[in-house]
């Protein structure tokens, strides 16, 4: 349930960011960040990509999810940013974490081709693959794949079935109902010997609901998986 709020518009992310409790972002990230959010918005107008077009929505939103996934990356991860959109959370993590290589894809050419000129024009190396990430991992292999609002648990399941081998894990960004999703893809049979747990779990502003970072990994032969039911906090 969304609680709204009437506030002044922050000026600043940084602004938009302290009133969510956001911290622990660089001073000098600050600037880059912010010019990514305008050139997003400048082609936001040529190329539908977000719905979160001022500082406020976009931190919280996009700035909260993508913090709270490169809080849970190793120094020198190599991750892949699946059907990244406009940017989100790949570039954004790109940005907060310099020590991490990221690799985006979209299948949407021209979102793809979006990606990598925003991401040029903020001298980030970020490889971006303007097609399927069943085509990337074909050629490529990553500790993590990301992914967000590309689609339910069962959906990326499938897309992943016979790729586990190529990645270590994957952190899906989910809502409230990742716990059907989860149920919906264990009964399809694509959670087979997958250990699923919540790496993080923290309120969606202005909501009464929380957002998750599940965590999914093919287990070793013989190893047994923790159970993937999360304790309530005591």
Known sequence: MEITQSQPPSTTLA????????????????????????QLWDWNEKINLTRHTNFDLFAKRDLLDSVRLAKLLAPNEEILDIGTGGGVPGLVVA??????????CDSVAKKARVVESISKSLKLKTPVYATDVRKVLDD???????????GPLPKICRWLD????????????????WVE?????????????????KADSYLMPDTTSDSVILSLRRLRPGEVAKSDAPKEPE
């Open 162 to 177: 016979a790729y586990w081998h190529t990645f270590g894990r994957l952190l899906a960004i989910k809502g409230p109902k």
């Open 140 to 150: 490529f292999r990553y500790d993590s794949l990301v992914v967000r609002a590309v």
């Open 15 to 38: 602004q938009a960011a302290a009133a969510i409790g956001i911290e622990g972002i660089d001073q000098d990230r600050w600037k880059p960040l912010e010019e990514y959010c305008r």
């Open 95 to 104: 940005i907060l974490r310099p020590d991490v290589q990221v690799t985006l």
């Open 181 to 197: 999703e989860r149920a919906e893809a264990r009964h399809m049979g694509l959670l087979k010997n997958i250990e699923l747990r």
